[in-house]
């Protein structure tokens, strides 16, 4: 028999390397990040199959073999079979449209927002160009997504300034092609968050750019009336610049 505790003893504690606790038990526990390549994936076999269960239950419904819908569509039984059984890796949508066509249905898809797209090196660039301008108390974080939105929302701020009296989103931009789109979105975004009350529409200071900007500045002052410098004034001194504006670095 082992030793007895003294009676009040307190159970001893492992150290967090030793005993059961292992290196493979520590990485598991650690949070596993859920970018687009995961998202994507998982949306795919997700989408795969809901289609197959409603591509079998047509055609059960309509009474048709195998056979019957690959004569029809130019598709082997052996083929529609694997289909059915998820025997192929990468479902192509010509076979997808095919086997729906032969049990009366119809292949739709669109595309909607779920997230932002990957930031390149140039849009990194012109963020830490910001990011050293700001003074503390105030804190800037970086891919914050959206308080309050729910899955499968995925959409996130390029950059938040917290913790000097208000939060206040980055939207960071190196090209503007479109401007009115580019306000459109990110208006979108200020109006869906449940903390962010201030948006500063960062773009890279390059001539065209700035073009952009002056043909538009004017249109949108009502919206973003703050400039580079009373924005970059404000939060140089660690304090809430107040209001939206559009920051050009």
């Known amino acids: 028999m082992g030793a007895r505790r003294a009676p009040g003893a307190s159970t ?4 967090p390397l030793s005993g059961s606790y292992t290196v493979t ?4 526990a650690m949070p596993v990040r859920y970018g687009p390549l995961e998202r994507a994936l998982a949306d795919v076999r997700r989408i795969e199959a809901r289609i197959i269960e409603d591509l079998i239950a047509a055609r059960v419904a309509a009474g048709l073999s195998r056979a019957d819908v690959g004569a029809v569509v130019g598709l082997s039984p052996h083929e529609i079979g694997r289909i059915d059984r998820r025997e192929i890796e990468s479902l192509r949508l010509e076979d997808v449209a095919r086997y729906a066509a ?3 249905r119809s292949l739709g898809a669109r595309l909607y927002v779920a997230g932002d797209a990957v930031r390149d090196g140039p849009q990194q660039r012109v963020l830490e160009r910001m990011h050293v301008r700001v003074a503390r108390p105030a804190r800037w974080r970086i891919e ?3 308080a309050g939105v729910e899955a499968p929302d995925a959409r996130a701020w390029d950059a938040v300034i917290d913790g000097h009296g208000c939060v206040d989103g980055v939207e960071a931009e190196t090209r503007l092609a479109d401007g009115q789109a580019i306000i459109r979105k ?7 968050d449940r903390a962010v009350r201030h948006l500063f ?5 390059t001539r065209a750019n700035r073009e952009a ?3 538009v500045r004017n249109g949108l002052r009502a919206d973003f009336p703050l400039d580079t410098r009373a924005v970059l004034a404000a939060l140089g001194r660690g304090a809430c610049p107040g209001a939206n504006g559009i920051v050009i670095l």
């Open 12 to 15: 001893p504690r492992c150290s």
């Open 25 to 28: 038990a520590m990485l598991r």
């Open 102 to 104: 032969g049990v009366g």
């Open 144 to 146: 914050v997504p959206l």
């Open 186 to 192: 990110v208006n979108l975004k200020l109006r869906d």
């Open 201 to 205: 529409l960062l773009v890279a200071a």
């Open 213 to 215: 900007v002056r043909v």
